[in-house]
């Protein structure tokens, strides 16, 4: 097969057909938290927040820092059958991947009510395996560093959509909405709580304002 026709093979369209497999069952949801608690080092409990959970945390702290993890960066990568897209038309919502670094806020959890602020973020962020928990070195405003939980990208999944191109990008902001909303109105949000708390993503929002129509106001 030539280059030409391997591109064309690989290329996605809009919406793709895409079957995430069966959702996690209340047994495994506890399952992979027991795991990924088991790997924590001790002490305080952080939690890492560079999406959603910036602007709509889940679960209540008794902490919050800006902060910054190394070796992932966000992206708009992971189809979302869900909250914002249906199975029909797939929404897309951030992850963690390899490479780079990603500002955010470590939120330290209530030690007293642990289990079910964590049994939450694990209903609201694992439904399907799509992210892999992971315990990520973070550093805090004050250069202070600390074991912050993550939900990283995994690459393999029918879920993980990459960095998409923007024409197709382009269709799925315009279109895709879910139980939660748009995608669109979910990466307004993000960007703008990022902006609010003086941490931009430049490099988001360069490729928001490509893809935007009409092109929002960034301040």
Known sequence: MSPIDATLLN?????????????????????????????????????????SLIW???????????????????????????HRGTPENPGLVFGLDRGGSCSGFAYRLPEDDLENCLLALWKREMPYPSYRPHWLGCRLDDGTKVQALGFVLQRHLPSYAGNLPDD????VLASACGRSGTTREYVEQTIAALRTHAMPDRNLEARIRRCFNPVPQIP
């Open 11 to 51: 290329r996605v369209v809009y919406p793709p057909s895409l079957d995430f497999g069966p959702q996690l069952t209340e047994a495994q949801l506890h399952l992979s938290l027991a795991q990924t608690m088991s790997q924590h080092r001790g002490g305080p409990v952080w939690l890492f927040a560079y999406g």
């Open 56 to 82: 709509r945390p889940e679960c209540h702290s008794v902490e919050r820092r800006r902060a910054r993890v190394f070796g992932y960066h966000r992206g708009l990568y992971l189809w979302s059958h869900e």
């Open 168 to 171: 197709l990008l382009v269709q």
